[in-house]
């Protein structure tokens, strides 16, 4: 039984050496370690690293010989020595063994295990995975790599092909230059830069980046076959050549040789007014939206027997994407009857095919009953139903325009002759006071008589002799500028004529000037509301400047007749009583001020169909933006025949000035 027990408490001290000695093994392997920077290496580089054991006497350490792959070559070591390291909070004493290794081929390599013995006991490190690299001439570690990035096929002709050119293995980013790519033959090409986007790849540590050098949209104009043929470029002093594209472009079904349509559409027709008069206007919209080749397909021709075709204007909504052009295309056609009736109008439909998947859609035609009767048609312009202005009505609406004037300051002279009444109590004052005051009043008095180019004018009006009366209303106001009746009048003229712009740019001159004139208020709003222009500037200030004017002239007056009191009766609440009323009038000073320069501001309207909006002044800077004609703007500053202009929505660029019509009166004075 003794003995029994005395076996166990052996096998029990035997398992427990046996675990320590385990442990102390697996201690052991982790206290010889692999040092080195890096692990991308270019061929012909030199290697660095070190091992490092827990052992303080270089003396005990023994090193193996290393096993390595053929891509590296030893060039020295090991070179033993002592050295002290820290492993977190503690500074641990021991021995480092340096090596310098060699690459000598491309590759991806394992660097170890390695194995040292101190003693008997032996010890293991780790490995590292080690990228050996193929330098370029430029001594980088990774080569720069060419490439097209083209859409996977098939390919047909008319298609908008996003055609893009890589620089791949860049360590950073250098400055776009942009690469010459000849235009083939056989294919419409228009340089696109931004439509494609940068690649960052991650490399163990390393960002690498593959960035679009340059991007265009490519479009085939025929089958066969489109090369791009080799082109060389430097991309940091390190001349390559581009490799070769050539790819096959197939002939388009024969179903869509009308509208030449490839990519990813939706389309969709309107007719407005189905119910006309004689002369009235049939207006028919076509809107095709998506991703696609919109420059170069066709909207279908129209076949509108019994209609003649007033206008066609086309809107191009779209820009340059990775996948051709994104956005939308809009034919706007008015037509005219031409006999009464009912009519059949046939809408035109829609073909096209997605390339992806060799599809083809077909958005059919459709029959629209039109019924035009025989009733002339409403006037198309508002406004003939109302009348021009008479002489007496225009001088009427004549603002108070003298407090502009220098000389509009004499009407502080009632406030000085009183004050010299008070204050210097005179008798050359008092006679100045008795028989100047009268006069002053009275010197404005007087009756302006009808100049003959107005009467000449309205006669021309009503034989509808438009251009005769146009060219006499615009002699008048060269003598009267300012006066809202006679611009009305213009107003009216220009709608006989049929001129949106000029309509707009004398209603916006009139309202401008004018205290109250609702003809020309009701007017402009028919106007703005008939061409779909919302947001526009108002036209005048919600306050006349005039009245500011008045209440400053009177402050001035009064206190200076307080003033002369005071001097006269020496009681200081009138003192206080005057400087108030002072005070005031200057406050009225400053509003009538900053009203007049609101109100005097430089302005127009856009005088074309479109007006092209610039980021920069110059013909050649690129319109980025168009505005309706008619559309009201504040110049906010010139710069070589161009204006910077804000809009009534707050959008801000720079137009051509004779695409403006000036309404504010410091032009026309000039």
Not at 554 to 559: D, H, R
Not at 561 to 576: A, C, D, E, P, Q
Request: hydrophobic share 40%.
């Amino acid at each position: 039984m003794e003995k029994q027990q005395k076996n166990r408490y052996t096998t029990r001290l035997s398992g427990l050496v046996i675990l320590l000695f385990g442990f102390s093994v697996s201690l052991g392997a982790e206290n010889l370690e692999l040092v080195i920077q890096g692990d991308r290496f270019t061929q012909g580089e030199r290697i660095s690293f070190d091992l490092r054991i827990n052992e303080p006497d270089p003396g005990k350490v023994l090193m193996a010989p290393l096993v390595l792959p053929s891509n590296l070559t030893l060039l020295s070591g090991p070179f033993l020595k002592p050295t002290v390291w820290n492993s977190g909070d503690q500074q641990i004493s021991g021995t480092m063994a340096s090596y310098v290794l060699r690459v000598n081929n491309d590759g991806v390599v394992e660097l170890g295990p390695f194995i040292a013995r101190v003693g008997s006991q032996e010890f293991k490190s780790g490995s590292r995975t080690l990228y050996l690299l193929k330098a370029d001439e430029a001594g980088r570690r990774y080569p720069l790599e060419y490439s097209w990035s083209l859409a996977p096929g098939p390919y047909y002709e008319g298609q908008a092909l996003a055609l893009s050119f890589y620089i791949g293995n860049l360590g950073y980013l250098p400055n776009l230059a942009g690469v010459p790519l000849d235009v083939p033959g056989n294919a419409l090409l228009e340089r696109t830069p931004g439509i494609a986007e940068m690649e960052v790849h991650q490399v163990g540590g390393d960002s690498l980046f593959r960035v679009p050098y340059d991007s265009w949209i490519l479009i085939p104009l025929r089958a066969g076959y489109i090369t791009l043929p080799p082109t060389n470029y430097v991309v940091d002093e390190l001349k390559r050549t581009t490799p070769a594209l050539r790819f096959e472009v197939r002939s388009l079904p024969l179903e869509l040789k009308q509208t030449r349509a490839v990519g990813t559409f939706s389309y969709t027709t309107e007719l407005r007014q189905k119910n006309l008069n004689m002369g009235g206007d049939l207006i028919l919209l076509q809107e095709l939206k998506g991703t696609g080749n919109f420059p170069y397909l066709r909207f279908p021709e129209l076949d509108f027997s019994g209609f003649v075709l007033l206008s066609q204007d086309e809107e191009n909504d779209y820009k340059p994407s990775s996948q051709g052009y994104q956005g939308t295309k809009r034919i706007i056609t008015r037509l005219t009857p031409q006999r009464p009736g009912t009519q059949i109008v046939l809408l035109p439909g829609f073909v096209w095919m997605t390339p992806e998947s060799e599809r083809v859609f077909t958005v059919p035609a459709k029959d629209v009953t039109v019924t035009v009767n025989a009733a002339p048609a409403a006037s198309r312009l508002p406004g003939d139903s109302l009348e021009l202005m008479d002489w007496q009505e225009a001088l009427q609406t004549q603002p108070w325009t003298f407090y502009q004037e220098p000389w509009a300051w004499l009407f502080i002279l009632p406030g000085l002759l009183v004050f010299a009444f008070w204050a210097v109590k005179s008798t050359l004052s008092r006679f100045l006071l008795v028989v100047l005051l009268p006069l002053f009043l009275s010197f404005s008095a007087g009756e302006i008589k009808e100049p003959p180019e107005f009467t000449q004018g309205v006669n021309y009006y009503k034989e509808n002799r438009f251009a005769e009366a146009k060219n006499s209303f615009d002699k008048v106001l060269q003598s009267y500028p300012d006066n809202p009746g006679i611009l009305y009048n213009r107003a009216l003229v220009a709608f006989k004529e049929g001129s949106l712009f000029e309509t707009q740019q004398n209603l916006r001159r009139a309202l401008r000037r004018a205290q109250s004139l609702p003809e020309a208020s009701a007017l402009l709003l028919k106007v703005q509301t008939a061409a779909g222009l919302q947001d526009q500037w108002s036209p005048s200030p919600a306050l006349s400047p005039v009245v500011f004017w008045v209440i400053m002239m009177l402050g001035i007056n009064v206190s200076l007749v307080l003033f002369g009191f005071w001097i006269n009766r020496r009681k200081f609440n009138v003192l206080s009583l005057a400087v108030g009323t002072l005070v005031g009038a200057l406050a009225s000073g400053v509003v009538y001020t900053n009203l007049l320069d609101y109100q005097e501001g430089p302005a127009g309207v856009i005088g074309i169909t479109l007006g092209n909006l610039r980021r920069v002044p110059g013909e050649k800077a690129e319109n980025w933006m168009t505005l309706a004609g008619g559309t009201s703007v504040r110049i906010l500053g010139s710069n070589h025949g161009f204006s910077l202009i804000q809009t009534g929505y707050g959008l801000e660029g720079w137009v051509a000035d004779r695409e403006i019509l000036r309404t504010d009166s410091s032009y026309f004075s000039r």
